[in-house]
């Protein structure tokens, strides 16, 4: 039955219905793929505003091979921007609507670090609407911002604080494209850790993240030199729920980027699990993560190894779906303990025994069920919410000791699990987000893969959705 009401969902009359609904097919997003020798290639427009502190940082990450920078010809800051171009060697082409009128671009990215009163906030009119009907597919926009908490000026901070209402609106208009919106906040001295957040949210590898606010803070640990292509090469990651669906992604992207591998997962998932391993050259370890000792555990199998930890992904987790009228009290605490406590009780093994590197990585897996609430979820929502609560505390504690934590929030992603649900139940899911269709594992992947790089080193505290901008949630 179920195939029969996926052939009438599928069928051009039906289709058609829903194309005159408004409901359009969704467009086939660019992924990344080991044949692309560079994170972002095509037209790019950059502008911003006066007293902007982003500007160089963003010119010198985008000049490369395959990318031809633009800046609009009646821009304000136009001899800015030359300047700037001029001092580093950078090419720079001024860009007339009316006269390039074919030209399309592949991103478009704003620095607006240096707004400080609302009146000033017209300058993003100014930048974009000329051009978005010059997207291209796939295409990408990037509002780069001061993180509002850390100035002085009640104006300046009202300003910026409003480019997150713009960025989410714009990505709500721009998805049916496959484009995607996003927000960075730079606190003072974090120029410097722009390069890899602005690399990743450019790139094809950012394709299911869109309408996100990443915010960059000093590190007291200086962001090391990497390869674009092997950002992890001779890291050391355990993934924790390897053995398939999206653990199972995560090892993999983690892999491809240079990373040796170690997947956890339980006993009775041991023939997936050693399969993941071979796939990736990596080793895998059975232990249940809700077990006292398995920090030790872990512990044992790195000295076993000869390894180090640089990185670990707490991505295990269950669900015990009821109404809480029915719930009974072991599916509430099973949830809670999977999906919350161990990671709380893990992370603070690695801690106390220095198991992390300098430069170490925390990431954890959320849900937009714990942003935005789901029936039948109370203990998995608060579990996830919990994951939340324990990045946001950590983080300060964390970047004492160069360590950072952040977390991934997925949304409605094609799995084992999702095709299992009622057909029209996951039809109607899976479209409601602003790119109109359902993410895929690797989407969460290369977003844990971006947050364990060393390039992300000022990136900490940070929880981004990958969701595809869903209606559900802010």
């Known amino acids: 039955m179920s195939q029969f009401v996926q052939q009438i969902i599928d069928s051009a009359a039906v289709r058609k219905i829903l194309s005159l609904a408004g409901v359009s ?24 505003t006066a007293n902007s502190i982003a500007t160089e940082a963003m010119l010198t990450s985008l000049s490369q091979p395959g990318v031809n920078l633009y800046y609009p010809a009646d ?15 950078i090419e720079l082409t001024a860009y007339q609507p009316e006269i390039q009128k074919d030209l399309k671009f592949k991103a478009a990215v704003f620095d607006g670090t240096g707004l400080k009163h609302s009146e000033e906030l017209v300058a993003l009119h100014h930048f974009f609407q000329p051009v978005i009907r010059k997207l291209a597919k796939s295409s990408r926009i990037l509002v780069v911002g001061k993180t509002p908490e850390t100035l002085r000026n009640p104006k300046a901070q009202t300003a910026q604080r409003a480019l997150e209402g713009f960025t989410r609106c714009l990505g709500k208009e721009v998805g049916k494209k ?93 023939a997936d699990l050693d399969k993941v391993a071979r796939e990736t050259n990596g080793l895998s370890l059975c232990l249940d993560i809700s077990a006292k000792d ?23 987790g269950i669900t015990r779906d009821k109404t809480l009228a029915n719930m009974p009290e072991h599916f509430w605490l099973q949830a809670i303990q999977v999906n919350l406590t161990s990671a709380e009780n893990i992370n603070d093994y690695l801690v106390e025994k220095e198991l992390l590197t300098s430069g170490g990585r925390i990431i954890c897996v959320s849900s937009v069920s714990g942003i935005a609430g789901n029936f039948g979820q109370t203990n998995y929502g608060t579990s996830k919410a919990g994951v939340v609560g324990l990045v946001q505390s950590q983080a300060s504690a964390m970047q004492k000791l160069g360590i950072t934590i952040n977390a991934v929030a997925p949304g409605f992603i094609e799995t084992q699990m999702t095709q299992a649900m009622p057909v029209l139940v996951r039809e109607v899911a899976k479209r409601i987000n602003a790119l109109g269709q359902a993410g895929r594992p690797v989407d969460v992947a290369e977003a844990i893969a971006f947050f364990a790089s060393p390039g992300a080193q000022m990136v900490n505290g940070n929880v981004i959705r990958v969701c595809g901008q869903s209606m559900l949630g802010a």
């Open 75 to 89: 821009s304000d800051e136009r001899f800015t921007l030359e300047k700037i171009a001029s001092a580093n060697n």
């Open 294 to 316: 398995a920090g030790e555990q872990i512990e044992a199998f790195l000295k076993e190894n000869g390894l180090k930890l640089d990185t670990i992904v707490h991505n295990a």
């Open 25 to 48: 097919d969704p467009v086939n997003l660019d992924r990344f793929d080991t044949s692309q020798a560079a994170y972002l290639q095509g037209n790019v427009l950059v502008g911003g």
């Open 178 to 270: 496959g484009a995607t919106v996003q927000l960075m906040y730079m606190a003072n001295k974090s120029e410097s850790g722009a390069k890899a957040p602005l690399e990743f949210l450019l790139s094809p590898k950012s394709a299911y993240v869109s309408a996100q606010v990443l915010r960059l803070a000093p590190s007291t640990a200086d962001v090391p030199a990497y390869e674009w292509s092997q950002p992890l090469a001779g890291k050391v990651a355990v993934v924790t729920g390897a053995s398939r669906g999206i653990g199972a992604q995560i090892a993999k992207v983690m892999a491809r980027d240079g990373a040796k591998v170690i997947g956890v997962d339980l006993d009775g998932a041991r």
